[in-house]
């Protein structure tokens, strides 16, 4: 059994084939959590909840909807709608059986509006976050945590929090120092195809850091994830990346820790398990 515990099956990217991108999964015998970015996504992951057995919800507000930018994240450009965190919405729709956590939710300082300074990006960021802190406080949930670029501020945020929440920080590509960091906090790292990337010959610095991280972490903190249709592993570079090529995650994660494949991925969804409580497998 595998989990990809991070998709966005719900996104127009597979708006005509996720019937078979989700059949292809089932007989992988991989789950999937699939993760909102705004309402209407959180609304869909919901929806695919709902048709597909073993694929559950993760409902929240993505630091990118908080500001109006033109995005990529469709795959499409399009401007951003700026939305405003709604805590009562997001409650009623995290009720449902099926979502696990509350996400994805966090700091973004990588696509920054033009004529947004960072400091009033992280103001704003910060007050939704501490909405989605809440909320997942109130219904006992775990938190779905997206940070780029800025990882002190994320840190600095979370310390501040009391009780901490549980939580995963998801598609981590940062040093090992940040890494024990956030293990400190109690949680958990989500690793992506990124892992599987060569490094640059010009600048392999951060490659070898983030396989390091993967060295260092120890298994029992660990869940893979995909970020489809982001991040195709690189055996599939190039291709829209679909759940399923979780797999090379977990067969790159075996190779730097010199562990069976079968060993990581028990207990990768063991861990998945364990975070996301409500899955009753
Ligand atoms: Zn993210
Ligand atoms: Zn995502």
Redo the contacts with the bound molecule.
Sequence with gaps: MLFDTHCHLQFNAYKDDADEVYKKCAEKGVLLNVVGSQRDTSKRAIAYAEKYPDVYATVGL?PIHLLSAEVDEEEVNFKSREEKFDYDLYKKLAEHPKVIAIG?CGLELYHLPKGVDEKSAIQIQTEAFIGQYKLAQELNLPLVI?VRSAHRQMIDLLSSLSPLPRGVV??FTSNWNIAKEYLDLGLYLGFTGVITFPAKKTDPKPQEELLEVVKNCPLDRILTET?APYLAPQKYRGQRCEPWMVEEVATKIAEIKKLAVEEVMEKAFKNALKLFAKIHF
């Design positions: 993505h994805e997206h998801h598609c970020d």
